[in-house]
C-alpha cells in the first residue's frame, strides 16, 4: 500500500518493543462482538491508474460549466480562478498544515488570515472581519443567533428575497436554539414588506442584495426601521464580485454583513467547499462567532500575528461559546485572499463593470424574445425572467441546445408559486456569443 | 479539532540568547514580507481584464463611489508575498505533526488531482440533475462504503465539518424527540474528557449540558452515568476511541442504559482512524456519529479547513436526516432538495447546497486506493505507531495512562516534569526548535498538563524514532536543568514566543492605514 510506510518486518520489531504479541492484543478493549475478523465487503486497495480510470469514468458523466454557454448563479457563480491560485493553494506548507494553534510556525497562515479579515471588512464597509464560516448560509445562521445575543430578542424577520436555502439553514439552526424566525413570502420586491414585519421582539432583520432575483435594492431605510425599533440589519450577499460595484452593506447601516466568497478564488465545486465572509460593526466583536486573528509581537518585539479572543471559542468556554464552529474555510479563504490581492481595488472594479455590462447586453437580448419578461428592474449580473412554460421544461429543452439557461426558481423554493421564473446569470466567463445563443435558442423553444 | 493550549495564553519571558543578526534585520533566505497592504498598491493588478464600457446609470445611487481599500499586487508580487509567507508555516509534507485528536496525516496528491478534474470541479450545484449524475454516483459510493464501514443504516452527507456534524447529529436526535411529543429531555451528558464542540453544539441546539465523570483508566463512568441518565436526558455524546486515546471498553454497556432511559447515542467520530476496517460502530449501538473525511480519509486540512463531516444514522434516527439526500429513480439518480412527501419528517437543511463536494471526491479517491484491506491496515498501523511512541517514552515521560495498549494516541501527563520548573507549553515549544510541531497540549483536560501524541500511519519507522530521540533528548535536558532552553523557546522559529495576552487585551483584527503602536517587521525594498 502505497501510503503506508511500514514494512512487516517493521510491524514486528516494532511490536516486540511494544511488549505485544500482536496487533490484536492492541486492540484488546474492543469487545469481542464487535471485533471483525474478516474484511468488510468492499474492493480491494487500487493503484493510481485504477484510481483515476474510475473517477475519469465519473467525471466524464457530468456536464462541466465550461462544455457551452452557462447561465447558473443563484447563489454560486462560475467566475474565472487566475491559475496562480490554484497554484499558490498547493504549496505543502498551505495545504497540509493545521489551524495555526502555534503561531511561532505558523505566521504564514496567519498573516493571511489577517490579510483576509482586512478585506473581508473593507469590503462589507465593517470594522471586524473573522476568519471565515464554511459558507453564506451558515455564516448567515450564524448573525442571527449572533443578533439574539446582542439584542437578548428572539425574532428575526427574513426577508422573501433572501435565498431560500439560507433562509431554510438559518430556520433549521436558529430554530433549534428556540428563535422565531419569520420567513417572508418570495417576491421579486420583497424587500418592500420587511419594515412592517419588524416588531418588539425583532432581533434582527436579514435582507439581501442583490436579492435572490438579481435585484440590488439600497436597504438603508430598512436598517433605519430595525434601528429604531432596537433591532440590528443583517446584509446578506451571494456575489461577492457586486462587492466592486455596489454599495457596501456597511454604508448602508448593516450591524452585521455576511456573504458567500466563493465567487472569489474558489469555483463551483458542486456546491463545496465555499468560503462564508462574516463581518461586523466592532462594537459587537466579542459577540462573532468563528476564529479571529490579531497582530500582537514576539518577545523579540517583533511583529506576528495569533488566534485571538478565543474566550468566545467552544474549545475554551465550552457549552457557553457563541458558535460551536472549529474547523472553517481556511483553504478557501487563503484562495479568496489571493484572487483578491491580485485583481486589487482597480480589478476588482474592473470585474464588477464587466459583470454588470454583461448583464445590461443579456437584459437586452432577452427583450427581444418574445413571452419572455425581465422582471429585476435593477441588477448587478442576474437577472430573473418569467417564462411563457414552466421554468424548469425550458432549461431541460435548452439543455439540447448545448446551453444550461440557468436556474428555476422552483429548484429553490416549490411550494412559492413561481414555476414560471428562471434566474439568468453572467459573468466574464461568459461571451457575447453565448448570451445571442440563448436568446435564439430561447426564441426557437418557446415558438415550438 | 480542538486542540490548543486551553486557557493558557503565552506571554514571553525574558530569556535572551546570542544569535547573529542581519544588516536589515531580515533571517537570511527566509524572507521577512510585509503585509498584503503595505507592499501591494490600490492602482496595480495581477489580471488583465477587458475594461467594459460602463453605463451603471440603471444602479443610480446604488454604485459605490468611495475607494475601497483594497491592495493589489502584480502575478510576480503576488507569487513571493505567498511563498514567503508559506515559507513560515509547518506542515504534514515537512515532518511528523503529532497534534492529538487532530490527524494529521500524509495527504495524497493524486486525490487533489481527482478533485480538480472539470467533471467535479467545475459543475454547479443548481445546474440540471440529469447533467450531473456521475457526481450524485460519487456520492452515492461515498455514502455506501461510508455505510458499509460504520455499519449504520443511513447518512447525510451535507455537514461541512465535524462540528456541523455534531449539529446534525443532535438536530435529529431533537427531531427524533420531538416526534413523540416528547419536549421533556432538556439535557446532555458528556464525559469531562470531550471535545469542546461537544458541549458547544449541544448548547446550540438548545439543551443543558452535564458531565459525566471518568474512571481512575480514563473510560466513562458507569455508575456516574447510570445515575445521571433519565426521563429528563436527551442523548449522551462519547467519543469512541475517546479523548485519552483509549478504547471505551463499556461501549455496549453504555448504549444499552442510554437507549434504557430512552436517550440516543450520539458518538463522536473524531477518532475513527483509529478503528476504520476493524470495528463498526454499528455494532456497538451507536445511533449518530460524524465522521471527519478531514482526519480518517486524509483530506487536506488547509490551515483549518475545509472539513467535511457526514453523519451515520441510525435505523430510529435515519427518517430524520436533513435534506438534500440522493434517491434512485427510473431515471437514475435525483438529489431530492425539500423535506416533503415520504421525506416530511427531515428536520430541515444544514447548509445551502449538498455538502463538501470536493472533499468527496478526495474522501473517495482516497477509500478507492486503500479498499477495505489499507483501511484496516490503515487503522492498525495507527495503533501499532502510537503505541510504539508511548513505549518508547515512557521511561522518561509519564503516560497518563500506563496500564494497557492505548489506541491511536498516547497521552502523558506532566508529572515527569515536577521540579523542574518546565510546563508542558515550554516543552512543546522546545520541540519547535528540535523541528517538530507540539503535540496537542493541555487536552483532555482531565489530566493534568497533558500531551496527546498522534503520529499516525502514515510515519515510517525511521521518523518514528527520529521524533522519540528528539523528545527524549529533549526530556533529558529539562531533567538535567536547561531551564532556558525551554523557557525561551522557540529560538530557531520565524518568530520568537508571541504575547497572546496583548493581543486579546487591545484587538488588532485588520490592517488600518494609519501609524502602529508596534514597530512594523522590516520591510523589503522594492
Redesign the interface.
Known sequence: ??????TPA??S???A????AS?D???????Q????VD??????????I???R?????????????AGP?F?G???Y?HHV?A?V?H??????????????????????L??L??F???V???TGL???N??M?????ACAEAV?MAQRVTRRKGAVLSGGL?P??A??T???A????MDINCLPAAIDAEAAVIAAIGPDTACVVVQTPNVFGV???VTAIGEAAHAAGALLVVVTTEAVS??????PG?MGADIAVA?GQSIGV?????????GLFAAREAL?RQMPG??????????????F??????R?????????T??????????A?AF??H????????????A??N???A?ELKAALETVPGVEVLSP??FNELAVRTPVPAEVL??SL?ADGI?AG?PFA??D?TAGLDDVLLIAVT?TVTSEDIAELAGALKRRIAA | ???????RPTR????EMDTHTSLNGGRGLLQD?G???EV????????D????????S???????T????????S?PE??R???R??????????AL?P?GS?T?K???R?N???A?????????????Q??????L??MDRLAH?LK??TGMPAVALSP?????G??CGL?AI?AAHESRGDAARRRVLTPTSA???N????????Y??TEIGQTEDGRVDLADLAAKLGPDVAAIMVTNPNTCG????D??EIARLTHEAGAYFYCDGANFNA?V????PG??GVDAMHI?L?KTFST?????????GPVVLSEALARFA??PWIVHGPEGLRLE??A?GEAADA?????????????F?RA??Y????????????A??A???A??V???LQGAMTPAFPV??C?HEALFDDTWLEGTGITTLDF??AM?DEGF??MTMY?PLVVHGAMLIEPT?????A?LDRFCEALLALAQAAKAGDVDRFK?A?FL????????T???RK?????HPEP?A????PQVIE
Open positions: 500500500m502505497r501510503y503506508l510506510p511500514l517493521d510491524r520489531e516494532m511490536l518493543v511494544i511488549g505485544a496487533i492484543e492492541l486492540f484488546a478493549d474492543v469487545p462482538a464487535a471485533r471483525h474484511l468488510f465487503d468492499l474492493p480491494l486497495h487500487a493503484g493510481e485504477e484510481v483515476e474510475e473517477l475519469a469514468r465519473l467525471a466524464a458523466r457530468n456536464r462541466p460549466g465550461g452557462f447558473c443563484a447563489g454560486a462560475r487566475p496562480t490554484d499558490l493553494i498547493q504549496r505543502s506548507e498551505f495545504l497540509t498544515s493545521y489551524t495555526p494553534y502555534q503561531p511561532e510556525i505558523a505566521q504564514g497562515t498573516q493571511v489577517f490579510e479579515q482586512t478585506q471588512a473593507v469590503l470594522q471586524v472581519a476568519a471565515s464554511y459558507d453564506g448560509s451558515t443567533m435565498h436555502h439560507y431554510a439553514t430556520r433549521t439552526i430554530h433549534a436554539e428556540g440590488a435594492t439600497d462587492f466592486g460595484l455596489l454599495k457596501s454604508e458567500e469555483g463551483l465545486n458542486f456546491g463545496g467547499p465555499y468560503v466583536v476564529r479571529l486573528c490579531g497582530e500582537t509581537v514576539d518577545a523579540d518585539g517583533r511583529r506576528g495569533v488566534l485571538t479572543l478565543s474566550t471559542e467552544q474549545h475554551i468556554r465550552r457549552e457557553k461559546a458558535s460551536n464552529i472549529c474547523t472553517n474555510s481556511g483553504l478557501c487563503l485572499s489571493i483578491m490581492s491580485l485583481l486589487g481595488e482597480a480589478g476588482l472594479r474592473g470585474l463593470e464587466i454588470h455590462s454583461l445590461r435593477r441588477f432549461v431541460e439543455l444550461v436556474v429548484r429553490l416549490p466574464e | 479539532m480542538t486542540m490548543l493550549n486551553v486557557g514571553p519571558e525574558a530569556v514580507e503585509l498584503l497592504f501591494g498598491r490600490p492602482d496595480r493588478t495581477g489580471v481584464l477587458e475594461p467594459a464600457e460602463l453605463d451603471a440603471d444602479l443610480g445611487d446604488l454604485v459605490r468611495a475607494p475601497i481599500g483594497l491592495a493589489g499586487l502575478e503576488a507569487v508575498h505567498y511563498v509567507l508559506s515559507q513560515k508555516n509547518h506542515a504534514i509534507d515537512l505533526y497534534l487532530c494529521m500524509h495527504n495524497p493524486l487533489e488531482k481527482m480538480r478534474l472539470a467533471g467535479f470541479a467545475d459543475l454547479h450545484p443548481l445546474q440540471p440529469s447533467t450531473v449524475q456521475g457526481a454516483a460519487l462504503w458499509t464501514l461541512k465539518a465535524g462540528a456541523h455534531e449539529l438536530l431533537r471535545h469542546g464542540t458541549p458547544a453544539t449541544a448548547a446550540f441546539v438548545g443543558q449540558v483509549l478504547f471505551e471498553r461501549i455496549v478503528i476496517g476493524r470495528v463498526r455494532d456497538l471527519n478531514h487536506p486540512h488547509g490551515g483549518g479547513g475545509p472539513g467535511a436533513p435534506a432538495e425539500e416533503r428536520f430541515g437543511r444544514m447548509s445551502a447546497f449538498h455538502g463538501q463536494m470536493g472533499m471526491v473517495y479517491a477509500m478507492l486506493s486503500h479498499g477495505a484491506d489499507g483501511l484496516r491496515q490503515v492498525e498501523d495503533v501499532l505507531n503505541n510504539y508511548k513505549a518508547r494497557g495498549p489506541m512543546a515549544k519547535i510541531h507540539p487536552f500511519e502514515t510515519e515510517s519507522r521518523e525561551g522557540p522559529a520565524p518568530l520568537r514566543r508571541l504575547d497572546e496583548l493581543a486579546a484587538p488588532r483584527l485588520a490592517w502602529t508596534v514597530a512594523p517587521a
